[in-house]
């Protein structure tokens, strides 16, 4: 804005991949303006414009990322989780078009990123000794004499111009099976060292080895358990780590599956994009809260009291906090709010334009976090507000769509679990009426065991799951996949429970289930032969 109070706006689209750091650099001048001001704003995946907000800036120097244009085809998600387990002519297309990317990039800004200087990066000698580094480390491990002569010295030896022959052998590196598929390194038996180190790199940061890791590999010290231990809590705090950990968080709380949360705007006013983005931003300060503090408590997942608001979400939701401009922790009555069963935007997310719905709410917790079974339905009902009785709650509404003997089947599960939320409204407000009779929040529940429970609340439910074998397995299986992206049950029949009883023993910690889980996939033995691929 100049002084003249006019407007120039100047926008962009990138690609980033979360977890890394980005150099920004602003550059602007006034020509004959007495006064200027400049804005930054951006608009993020679920997001709104708006000015970036201070916690994702960060006044340090960090490294260049290169992120590839090219586009992938989506990966397989048919077991619950996204798994590269399908090689097409797309994706073949998609890994060259983005090795041609990469390797375009490196070699226009080669002084930057190998550390050679004017005069070595005219040396045929160094720019090959450069080669045989880049290989080493897109492939984890260093080379074999046959790699070497491979992927590097016959490239040299066939082509003169020495910045060509790089070029060609980062190409042949960067499409090779042994650089896209880290397993065909690996050898039946007891992994070693370094495939140790890269299963650490991908199961915590879904990238490769960093220096330390390469050197504990090159030294002999990842062998015991307790020296992969030690490297995976050193790599726990990394920004790519808490990345993946807020990933996993989107996809066991199904975040990113709820593109649309409008609501009518006549029943629900204020409820708009700007007040859906602080609801998302404030479940990830919760969620980020409890997993990165001391004791990691999955129980306070469920159970927590507080709430991360800021001051649009205060007023909204009708408490007496004063958080600001910024977000705030904020503690609320415990018989209005327990963890993530009662978060505004779950509960949002898992209701209708213009009511709650007890079934979808029921539908998401039970499988979710409960980790209950639930059967398709026998056929596909949809719920017609308008052919019900304009005086019943939607409590009475449900159970009367769900009395018929094969849809009780699952919704004596559902229902109960639905019908404990129905005092918060359909963008998770606590209330006291529905359709101006009392709400009635009590139901049996039948357990995993096939067991009654009484619940009356919300937080009822969150103290049964809290003590759950059941949930305590559900979010161990999720968390397993979401990181290794390998099923559970390919490391044996007993690790479930095994996991199970170490998570109990540690207080429920997620950092150390983590540790566990990475721990297991990083020392597994190869049961497969590597293929003599190249």
Same mark, same amino acid.
């Given at each position: 804005?100049?002084?003249? %109070? ?23 001048? +006034?020509?004959?303006?007495?006064? /200027? ?18 916690? =994702? ?23 619950? =989780? ?14 060259? =078009? ?11 800004? &080669? %002084? ?17 000794? =450069? ?65 140790? @180190? ?5 199961? !915590? ?16 010290? !990842?062998? +015991?358990?307790?020296?992969?231990? @030690? ?45 859906? +983005? ?52 904020? @503690? ?37 976090? &409960? ?69 009635? +929040? ?15 609340? @919300? ?11 059941? /949930? ?28 199970? /009883? ?16 990475? /721990? !297991? ?14």
């Amino acid at each position: 804005v100049n002084s003249r %109070n006019e407007l120039h706006e100047k926008t962009g689209r990138k690609f980033l991949l979360g977890g890394r750091g980005y150099p920004l650099y602003l550059r602007y001048f +006034t020509y004959q303006e007495k006064v /200027a001001s400049l804005r930054l704003e951006w608009k993020p995946p679920h997001g709104v414009w708006e000015i970036i907000p201070n916690d =994702y800036l960060m006044p340090e120097v960090v490294d260049t990322v290169t992120v590839v244009g090219a586009r992938f085809p989506p990966d397989d998600r048919s077991l619950g =989780y996204e798994r590269g387990s399908d090689v097409s002519k797309e994706w073949q297309e998609a890994t060259t =078009y983005a090795a041609v990317d990469l390797v375009n990039h490196l070699i226009t800004y &080669l %002084n930057i990123v190998s550390g050679l200087n004017e005069k070595e990066r005219k040396d045929p000698a160094a720019l090959r000794r =450069y080669a045989h580094e880049f290989a080493a480390r897109a492939f984890r491990r260093p080379l074999t004499p046959e790699q070497r002569r491979t992927f590097v010295d016959s490239r040299f030896d066939q082509q003169p111009d020495p910045r060509v022959a790089l070029r060609h052998s980062m190409l042949l590196v960067l499409t090779s099976p042994r650089f896209l598929y880290p397993g065909l390194s690996e050898n039946k038996g007891n992994p070693d060292s370094y495939t140790v @180190a890269s299963r650490l790199a991908l199961t !915590l940061w879904d990238g490769l080895p960093d220096k330390q890791l390469l050197h504990a590999a090159r030294e002999g010290n !990842l062998h +015991t358990p307790e020296q992969i231990s @030690a490297q995976i809590r050193r790599m726990l705090p990394n920004r790519k780590t808490r990345r993946k950990m807020q990933g996993f968080f989107h996809h066991w709380l199904a975040m990113d599956e709820r593109e649309d949360l409008r609501k009518d705007p006549k029943l629900y006013p204020g409820f708009d994009d700007r007040l859906v +983005t602080d609801l998302r931003r404030s479940l990830e300060r919760f969620v980020d809260d409890v997993v990165w503090s001391e004791a990691s408590d999955y129980r306070q997942l469920l159970l927590d009291k507080h709430l991360f608001l800021n001051q649009r979400l205060a007023n909204y939701y009708r408490t007496d906090a004063s958080p600001g401009s910024g977000f705030q922790k904020v @503690a609320l009555p415990a018989d209005q709010r327990s963890g993530i069963f009662t978060h505004p935007f779950l509960l949002s997310a898992n209701s209708y334009h213009d009511n709650t719905s007890p079934i979808h709410r029921g539908v998401f917790l039970s499988r979710h976090v &409960l980790g209950r079974l639930l059967n398709p339905p026998p056929e596909a009902v949809a719920f017609k507000n308008e052919e019900f009785d304009p005086s019943l709650t939607m409590r009475e509404k449900v159970t009367e769509m769900t009395r018929e003997t094969p849809c009780m089947e699952c919704h004596r599960v559902i229902n109960p679990v639905g019908f404990s939320l129905e005092n918060f409204d359909a963008v998770g407000r606590h209330r006291s009426q529905d359709n101006k009779k009392p709400v009635n +929040t009590v139901s049996d529940y039948i357990n995993e065991k096939d067991e009654k429970v009484r619940i009356s609340s @919300a937080r009822d439910l969150a103290n049964l799951a809290a003590g759950s074998r059941a /949930a305590h397995r559900a979010f161990i299986t999720h968390l397993f996949h979401h990181f290794t992206k390998q099923s559970i049950n390919a490391y044996g029949p007993g690790t479930l429970e095994s996991l199970r /009883a170490k998570f109990t023993k540690s207080g429920y910690n997620i950092q150390s289930l983590l540790v566990e889980c990475t /721990a !297991l996939a990083a020392s597994h033995q190869a049961e497969d032969k590597p293929l003599a691929a190249q």
